[in-house]
């Protein structure tokens, strides 16, 4: 098949579409991003501020956070779960890696066993590499195995497993 320069021509005019639409989406692309990360910051803002605490606790929290939308969800996530103080619950959310796992955790726990300590439970939560896997065995111990909610958090934070030894020694034994 042979190809005119009039076939070529059509060819190359009716790519332009699609190759101008695809710089337009690569160019608006980060900017929708940062857009939307500047949002989290605003919404961080916005959630903190009404729980009452100080105007510079709430700037630096949410200035330091990565993503502060999750920081201000656990909040007031915790807050809505328990009667803690605001402050209380922004130092353990905006310490952890894991702010909506935290509040996740402390949500489950407080609506399914008795709490006489919230405190204890968000240290607890906040302690755990995995608060939600934590607060799946806080809330089996508690319910199956009928423990206090004191003990099941003693029982499921202690790690009952301690490596010992497991580097090799290259010292002859004797």
Known sequence: ????????????????????????????????????????YDTCVGDLL???????????????????????SCVTGVIAATTLDPRNALSACSRDRRPLEVSTCVTDIHTTLTVSDSLSVLDHCHRSLLPVRYSQCVLSLGTLAEFTTADALDRCISAGYRPENVAPTYIPAE
């Open 1 to 40: 098949m042979v190809k005119s320069p009039v076939s070529r021509k059509i060819l190359q005019w009716s790519a332009l579409p699609f190759v101008a639409a695809g710089l337009m989406v690569a160019g608006v692309g980060p900017i929708a991003i940062e857009a939307a990360q500047a949002n989290d």
């Open 50 to 72: 009404p729980l009452a605490l100080d105007r510079e606790t709430v700037a630096a929290a949410c200035a330091l956070a990565y993503r502060p939308q999750e920081v201000s």
